[in-house]
T-cell receptor, first 114, second 118 residues
Framework: DTAVSQTPKYLVTQMGNDKSIKCEQN?????MYWYKQDSKKFLKIMFS???????INETVPNRFSPKSPDKAHLNLHINSLELGDSAVYFC?????????????FGPGTRLLVL | AQSVAQPEDQVNVAEGNPLTVKCTYS??????LFWYVQYPNRGLQFLLK??????LVKGSYGFEAEFNKSQTSFHLKKPSALVSDSALYFC????????????????FGKGTKLSVIP
């Protein structure tokens, strides 16, 4: 199936650990994104990335870093995890980073930091 | 800056009745508007979008939305609600013009929980 996929689906870890979440899209899209959904279901953009430019939301701590080995993958690496990082993280992709393009979302990774 | 307001945290409607989920927006330019639906423990699914042209946009699963520029609204509607429509609905806005870093950022409302009662 053509889709945006994320692994793992659930991630439970201790404070201070470093973890990565993987995202892959087989839609042939040029642009990928990471969003954070908090406990109140509020969605906020963290990063958008294509092969030319990384745009970072200035409110995102530098413990979070996106890494893209190729156009179809955008992984999220988190250093020194904190309790407040507990959330659902969604990856998304779109054909281009233009205003009218639809973003397609992955199923989410539920991160719980203990 | 751009923002989206979904004034209702929850909307309850009886099965078979028409439903409306409200959304208003604020942008300094022409908006591109989107509706997404999130089922429990699932990702967001695209429903429909307004880019330009006809103010009435039709989307997936029988949903439609009307763009009203004077009222800066983009309400989601369906003529006859189904129990399976029960989910969390998000409205989102994006500015149509490039204005530097952060452009084309999709800004979401806080979501409206729709419950369709059998």
């Amino acid at each position: 199936d053509t889709a945006v996929s994320q692994t793992p689906k659930y991630l439970v870890t201790q404070m201070g650990n470093d973890k990565s979440i993987k995202c892959e899209q087989n839609l042939g899209h040029d642009t990928m994104y990471w969003y954070k959904q908090d406990s109140k279901k509020f969605l906020k953009i963290m990063f958008s990335y294509n092969n030319k430019e990384l745009i970072i939301n200035e409110t995102v701590p530098n413990r979070f870093s996106p890494k893209s080995p190729d156009k179809a993958h955008l992984n999220l690496h988190i250093n020194s995890l904190e309790l407040g990082d507990s959330a659902v993280y969604f990856c998304a992709s779109s054909e281009a980073r233009t205003a009218g393009e639809t973003q397609y979302f992955g199923p989410g990774t539920r991160l719980l930091v203990l | 800056a751009q923002s989206v307001a979904q004034p209702e945290d929850q909307v309850n409607v009886a099965e078979g009745n028409p439903l409306t989920v409200k959304c208003t927006y604020s942008v300094s330019g022409n908006p591109y508007l989107f509706w997404y639906v999130q089922y429990p423990n699932r990702g967001l699914q695209f429903l429909l979008k307004y880019i330009t042209g006809d103010n009435l946009v039709k989307g997936s699963y029988g949903f439609e939305a009307e763009f009203n520029k004077s009222q800066t609204s983009f309400h989601l509607k369906k003529p006859s609600a189904l129990v399976s429509d029960s989910a969390l609905y998000f409205c989102a806005v994006r500015l149509d013009a490039y204005s530097g870093a952060g452009s084309y950022q999709l800004t979401f409302g806080k979501g409206t929980k729709l419950s369709v009662i059998p």
